[in-house]
């Protein structure tokens, strides 16, 4: 088992910047691939940004690019998403998620998850 807890969010006003945390526990934490997904009210969730164990690897949405980072520190068991040049259609409940099968971008790749957070955008 890998428990997962988020943390960072908030409420910002557009063009801000935030930092997400991820804190894992539990199994080695370096074996696992990490991802992170947001979903808005009414909306299904949807894939934002993921990285190998290694951090080497990293992939984004395209509705992302180039203003989210994710990071992640093994040593700390954390992953850490980087909010830059918010948009208020950014504005959702933010999740972290492991997986020990490699990046993927599908939601059901990922076999645990984290509560979330919540990032809210002011126009």
């Known amino acids: 088992q890998v428990q997962l807890v988020e943390s960072g969010g908030g409420l910002v006003q557009a063009g801000g910047s935030l930092r997400l945390s991820c804190a894992a526990s539990?199994?080695?934490?370096?074996?696992?691939?990490m991802g992170w997904f947001r979903q808005a009210p009414g909306k299904e969730r949807e894939f934002v940004a993921a990285?190998?164990?290694?951090?080497?690897?990293?992939h984004y949405a395209d509705s992302v690019k180039g203003r989210f980072t994710i990071s992640r520190d093994n040593a700390k068991n954390t992953v850490y998403l980087q909010l830059n040049s918010l948009k208020p259609e950014d504005t959702a409940v933010y999740y972290c998620?492991?997986?020990?099968?490699?990046?993927?971008?599908?939601?059901?790749?990922?076999?645990?998850w984290g509560q979330g957070t919540q990032v809210t955008v002011a126009s």
């Open positions: 998620a492991a997986t020990d099968g490699g990046i993927g971008v599908q939601s059901d790749w990922y076999d645990y």
């Open positions: 539990g199994r080695t934490f370096s074996r696992y691939a």
């Open positions: 990285i190998s164990w290694s951090g080497v690897t990293t």
